[in-house]
């Protein structure tokens, strides 16, 4: 399996706080992202990093925020909960190359109160 | 902008039987890789087989195999000898070829392998 964690696993936080996700990869990608799942639906692009300082929005309009300080660290922030963010979050890497797969963390599922 | 469609929510099968996972898509490129991702229950999302669109031959990985019918856009996963750790939701996903590093996912078929 890949190298990719995310933290946590599950959360389940109240209206209003702030919160982070952490994902970590530890195979030296330049590439990361974070996708969005509602259950049983498609990924959508929220944001992607090419590399060090570099971060991109996706296809799908989002509220949270992302930083690149470090080639393996790609945190995602959500500066105040709402419940239309309750969904999953899934962070992914991958190499240089065009074609190079996507490595998948296994997910944050996010409930929001 | 690109679209993937995968037309089948649900699918089932029986252990040992053959399958196959339908996916079109919708792109005015011509250069572009298509891809298909599993995702088990409460575990990673892992690819099972990727297509370059200017390839014609079908790519293979043991018991996988695509049929990319590139005119059609069609990129349809054929699994043989299905096994229970099958079971997972499949997606099958786009990347136009160049600088930005992004798939296009279609909204996913749940597969079910039956003992």
């Known amino acids: 399996e890949a190298d990719i964690y995310q933290t946590p696993r599950y959360l389940v936080i109240g209206t209003g706080k702030k919160i982070t996700l952490e994902c970590s990869q530890t195979?030296?990608?330049?590439?990361m992202y974070w996708y969005q799942q509602d259950p049983g639906m498609e990924l959508h692009l929220i944001h992607y990093?090419?590399?060090?300082?570099?971060?991109e929005k996706g296809d799908l309009s989002s509220e949270s925020t992302v930083s690149r300080i470090r080639t393996e660290h790609f945190p995602l922030t959500l500066e105040s909960a709402r419940p239309s963010h309750t969904s999953q979050y899934l962070c992914?890497?991958?190499?240089?190359?065009?074609?190079?797969?996507?490595?998948f963390g296994n997910g944050t599922r996010l409930t929001v109160t | 902008a690109q679209t993937v469609t995968q037309s089948q929510p649900e699918m089932s099968v029986q252990e040992a039987e053959t399958v196959t996972l339908s996916c079109t898509y919708d792109?005015?490129?011509?250069?572009?890789?298509l891809f298909w991702y599993k995702q088990p229950p409460s575990r990673q999302m892992i690819l099972v087989i990727r297509?370059?669109?200017?390839?014609?031959q079908n790519a293979t990985e043991n018991r996988f195999s695509v049929n990319f019918q590139k005119a059609a856009k069609s990129f349809s996963l054929k699994i043989s000898d299905s096994q229970l750790g099958d079971t997972a939701m499949y997606f099958c996903?786009?990347?136009?070829?160049?600088?930005?590093?992004?798939?296009?996912f279609g909204q996913g078929t749940i597969l079910t392998v039956h003992p």
């Open positions: 992914a890497s991958s190499e240089w190359g065009g074609d190079s797969p996507l490595h």
């Open positions: 195979m030296g990608h330049d590439k």
């Open positions: 990093s090419y590399g060090v300082n570099s971060t």
């Open positions: 792109t005015s490129e011509s250069n572009y890789y």
């Open positions: 297509q370059e669109a200017y390839k014609q």
């Open positions: 996903a786009f990347m136009k070829h160049g600088a930005l590093p992004k798939l296009t």
